[in-house]
């Protein structure tokens, strides 16, 4: 068998597979982020809260109307979207022209407020959502034993985050949201609804949140700490990436995921900070991230 | 005359002191520490506390006419937030003794603390055998489980069945250690091997990785040396990646009711694993787990029941010394014996170690489960002497052989 590094190729190639898979959640998490700091200037730090709500209004759908996984791969983004977007309306919008500090301080409020509510009502231990009929089960891809539901994923997070890019980048709305951002009151008086656009730049990217946390669903626990877990790493993403960046956020989420699941066959210790470490050597050289633009 | 009377009221103040019953600032307080947060929340967290302060009404509140207090406060599984909160708690707040400490790391710190203020604390919720081996104290007590007991009891018991080849995943701080090391040794011991073991960083969400590396290892048993949410996602994401459908066995080193509860038995199904309590084992169990049922809407597992025994325990024995100083408590803990719906005939030894029996559990078929909360079927008892360290093998420098 030919060995890399001591490692025989084919288990490094399962390994740099569910690299990719992890990949998958920090991009598309990475990628709502991007998105509503790119165009709001705020720094969401609720988004972790919102990717376990997308999880837990999964699970109640399930649990409570039998509404099951396809149906809910819609509905999830659109109710969790729609919450985010009357707690913009009400609280977030008004804090726009404070220091983005106050942006900052309410999400993580919020993400804390909305943590401590699932965790005192279902506990830590989590509840469990099983995957759809059509995709349980694995393919033995010779290399490794891949279930199908982590090919879906990886699937279905290319398919969301091109999707998301081009909506920003080659449609109208997204020409009139990128133009907002860059000058709101000249927008205005060409008569757009900028805080409207605002409004629903925060649904998408909490819409986003929301659909990576129903499909992480049959992975992970569905837990309230679910969210915590992983959104320091996603902001390292972020970060790495370039801060506003849509398609350095995409790119550095799978990179990094990679970067993890290589860490984890060769010095496991370090698979938690090893997104930190690459995150201190790229602020260190490239201050903007790898995608950003020099301010 | 009026001199004479004054001195002899004062010698007969100070010859009926020793008497009267002593109890530190009027009040006896008990502290919960835990992790009521994290991954451990459900194992412990807030769920010890009702079981501390269910114990102090079950006793009526007051121990030598002196009212009980219990507090609790979160530790977050971080040694240094916790040492700053048990230091306050004596120093300031004038606690007499903390419980629970979930999490090996934490407990071992907050001992440190407690032998140095010479105060007492039982640990129910962290694992390792070093709280009763080289770092003991006088002062210090462990009560419901440690890493050797589920290494004889879920090591022991697997190898038996013909899982001689081992992998382990390790959560990687002093517990994971403890307990991959003690099953590792005690498979060694009836003929096992260990094939390898990868050390994973605590509240990992995703473990797919490391499970690649077990099935690749081919060890017909993976031990998953990790404990609360961990475990529950390793087990998770093994079913995922067809493991146990692969013919490998799981083995869950530390899982207790209150993960199997999470984790739903559908995927917790055939699961072996060792528990120093069950609810629905005799009428005292059952009726203690009923009432505790009813103020928290769960069953107790070891840590919930350990908790209520240790505060229990304690209050014992203040009464029996009739005061609530430190020496006098700690010597009555070693001599006491332990009979109490968690365990029957528990003695303690030199180390500080509680030494009850254990039980070997199977986790039930979704058919097999009658009600709610019957989750396990007790394969085995597994008796005291031999599921802890004897004291003088402990290393405990303060056994006297």
């Keep these: 068998m030919t060995m890399i590094f001591g490692i025989p190729i084919q288990a490094l190639l399962g390994q740099l597979l569910v690299g990719l898979i992890n990949g998958s959640f920090y991009a598309m998490l990475s990628l709502g982020l991007a998105i509503i700091f790119g165009l709001l200037r705020v720094i969401n730090f609720a988004h972790g809260a919102q990717y376990m709500l997308g999880a837990f209004v999964g699970y109640l759908l399930l649990a409570h109307f039998g509404i099951g996984y396809w149906p809910a791969l819609i509905l999830v983004p659109l109710i969790v979207g729609l919450a985010s977007m009357i707690v913009e309306r009400l609280a977030l919008s008004r804090l726009y022209d404070v220091d983005p500090l106050y942006g900052l301080l309410f999400t993580f409020g919020l993400a804390l407020v909305i943590e401590g509510a699932f965790r005192y009502f279902y506990g830590v231990s989590g509840q469990v959502y099983t995957p759809p009929s059509q995709l349980s089960g694995g393919t033995n891809l010779g290399f490794m034993f891949l279930p199908n539901y982590r090919g879906w994923v990886v699937v279905a997070s290319l398919i969301v985050c091109l999707g998301t890019w081009l909506l920003i980048e080659k449609t109208r709305l997204g020409a009139y949201l990128r133009a907002a951002t860059e000058n709101p009151i000249l927008v205005q008086a060409f008569g757009v609804n900028v805080p409207l656009l605002l409004t629903l730049t925060y649904g998408i990217g909490s819409a986003l949140a929301g659909l990576a946390g129903i499909m992480a669903a049959p992975v992970y626990q569905v837990s309230p700490l679910m969210g915590s877990n992983l959104i320091i790493v996603v902001f390292a993403v972020v970060v790495v990436g370039g801060m506003g960046s849509i398609l350095g956020a995409i790119v550095t989420g799978y990179m990094l995921g990679l970067a993890e699941g290589l860490t984890k066959v060769f010095y496991p210790e370090a698979s938690n900070i090893v997104i930190f470490v690459i995150m201190a050597i790229v602020l260190l050289v490239r201050p903007a991230g790898l995608f950003g633009r020099d301010a | ?401």
């Design chain 2, 1 to 401: 005359m009026k001199l004479l009377s004054l001195a002899s009221m004062a010698l007969m103040a100070a010859t009926a002191l020793p008497a009267m019953a002593q109890v530190s600032d009027e009040k006896v307080k008990i502290g919960i520490l835990n992790d009521q947060s994290g991954v451990y929340a459900d194992f412990g967290g807030k769920w010890s506390y009702e079981a501390a302060k269910m114990a102090v009404e079950d006793y009526g509140g007051k121990v030598l006419d002196k009212p009980i207090e219990v507090i609790t406060a979160d530790h977050q599984n971080k040694p240094d937030i916790a040492s700053n909160i048990a230091r306050q708690w004596y120093d300031t707040e004038e606690v007499d003794a903390i419980m629970e400490l979930t999490t090996s790391s934490v407990a071992l710190a907050v001992q440190g603390i407690s032998t140095e203020k010479k105060k007492i604390n039982i640990v129910t919720g962290a694992a390792t055998t070093e709280l009763t081996g080289a770092q003991c104290s006088p002062y210090g007590f462990h009560w419901a489980y440690d890493t050797h007991a589920l290494a004889v009891g879920t090591g022991g018991a697997l190898v038996e069945q013909g899982g001689d080849t081992w992998f382990f995943l390790t959560a990687d701080y002093a517990f994971g250690y403890s307990l991959e090391e003690q099953t590792g040794n005690f498979a060694k011991s009836k003929g096992g091997t260990v094939v390898g073991a990868v050390r994973h960083p605590l509240a990992t969400p995703d473990f797919s990785s490391f499970l690649l590396q077990a099935q690749a290892s081919g060890a017909k048993v993976i031990g998953l040396a990790n404990a609360g949410l961990d475990t529950a996602n390793a087990i998770k994401q093994a079913a995922e990646f067809g493991i146990v459908a692969g013919g490998q066995r799981l083995a869950a080193l530390l899982f207790t009711l209150a993960e199997v509860h999470g984790l739903g038995l559908d995927a917790a199904q055939g699961l072996t694993l060792t528990e120093g309590f069950y609810w629905d084992r005799d009428d005292q169990s059952r009726a203690f787990a009923r009432r505790y049922f009813e103020r928290t809407n769960r069953m107790p597992n070891m840590v919930h029941a350990g908790t209520y025994s240790a505060v229990t325990q304690y209050l014992k024995a203040i009464d029996k010394a009739g005061t609530d100083e430190t020496e006098a408590v700690a010597k009555e803990l070693h001599e006491m014996p332990v009979n109490d719906l968690f365990a029957a005939n528990g003695k303690v030894g030199q180390n500080g170690r509680m030494i009850h029996d254990m039980y070997l559990m199977q986790v039930k078929t979704p058919d097999e489960s009658k009600e709610p909360w019957d989750y396990y079927d007790v394969l085995a008892t597994i008796p005291g002497d031999e599921a802890y360290i004897k004291p003088s093998e402990s290393g405990c420098p303060l056994v006297t052989q």
